[in-house]
């Protein structure tokens, strides 16, 4: 069996009387990506600062990369690639001398290093802006070069800590693209993230961390499943077909206005295989079928007790 990317048990930081981690498990597989959700002061930084040998753990241990983090650091920094939430971009040098410095502190040799920060330059799209100095790039641009960066070393592991905060959209799905092609090429990519949307879409796994503990993992589908409101709704034009299906579904909701039924449910497929089974047999035949499950909004407000109203769960119409 393959050994995961990063193992952790029962991580633990204090700082005095503040407990930051509460005994963390994690599991991530190589070559996906795994997104670590949570609350600001939630502890999701921390997470990455020990699990890439920033800081040390107050107790549990992690292997990153077959390598226990406190025993082995150096090796596990040999593998790891890590983006902080603020760029180690300097802007006072140009893309180009950025990405040659961080070459020259991986020990390339000059010919090797110019090869590899050509490259790179080049995959995120900076070959125009390669000799303009650092400040002068947009925010996006400074988050693709910080990435390029981190790759210089071919690092088998990547943490993302909250790599598209500041972003605006464009820049965020452009970033949204390049995680994608690094999990592509078989890097392991180990995400925190604040927005939820982020997670929904790249994450193969999700962990919600509040208040020091994972409150739930899974896949996104997973979690979602996890809070009730879920629903199908039944639609239907003939008014005898309502009634009949109104009749024989007694547990449904009806709306006799809109010629509508709700049935509870986790939107999984066997339930709608039952309910599109049943319609079957009974010669029933429903106009429009639709599922509506909560979101990750939901998920996150549900299991950290976040204030405000989530958003309106999506609708997928079958």
Do not use: C
């Amino acid at each position: 069996m393959t050994k995961p990317a990063i193992a952790a048990n029962g991580l633990r930081k204090s700082y005095g009387d503040k407990t930051v981690l509460d005994g963390v498990d994690l599991i991530v597989p190589e070559g996906t990506i795994f997104s670590l959700l949570g609350p600001n002061g939630a502890g999701k930084t921390t997470t990455v600062q020990i699990l890439s040998t920033l800081i040390s753990a107050g107790g549990g241990h992690a292997q990153v990369a077959g390598h226990d983090v406190a025993a082995d650091p150096q090796a596990v920094r040999a593998a790891i690639g890590v983006t902080g939430q603020f760029s180690a971009v300097d802007g006072l040098i140009t893309g180009e001398e950025n990405m040659l410095l961080m070459a020259d502190l991986h020990h390339l040799s000059k010919q090797e290093g110019r090869r590899v920060a050509a490259e790179l330059l080049k995959r995120f799209d900076l070959v125009e802006a390669a000799k303009k100095p650092a400040s002068t790039y947009s925010g996006g641009m400074k988050r693709r070069l910080d990435i390029a960066m981190t790759l210089v070393g071919k690092p088998r592991i990547i943490f993302l800590d909250e790599p598209t905060t500041g972003l605006d959209p464009r820049s965020r799905h452009n970033m949204w693209g390049i995680i994608r092609e690094l999990v592509s090429d078989g890097v392991t990519v180990f995400l925190t993230t604040q927005y939820l949307e982020e997670a929904d879409e790249l994450a193969d796994r999700i962990a919600v961390l509040n208040d020091g503990r994972i409150a739930a993992e899974g896949t996104a589908a997973e979690l979602k499943r996890l809070v009730p409101g879920g629903h199908v709704r039944l639609r239907f034009t003939d008014p005898v077909a309502y009634r009949a299906a109104a009749l024989a579904l007694e547990q449904a909701a009806r709306d006799d206005d809109a010629l509508a039924l709700q049935i509870p449910s986790d939107g999984s497929q066997r339930e709608l295989r039952s309910i599109l089974d049943w319609l079957d047999s009974a010669g029933i035949e429903a106009d429009e079928l639709t599922v509506h499950t909560p979101d990750l909004d939901d998920v996150f407000f549900a299991l950290t007790g976040g204030a405000g109203v989530p958003t309106q769960p999506k609708e997928a119409v079958r």
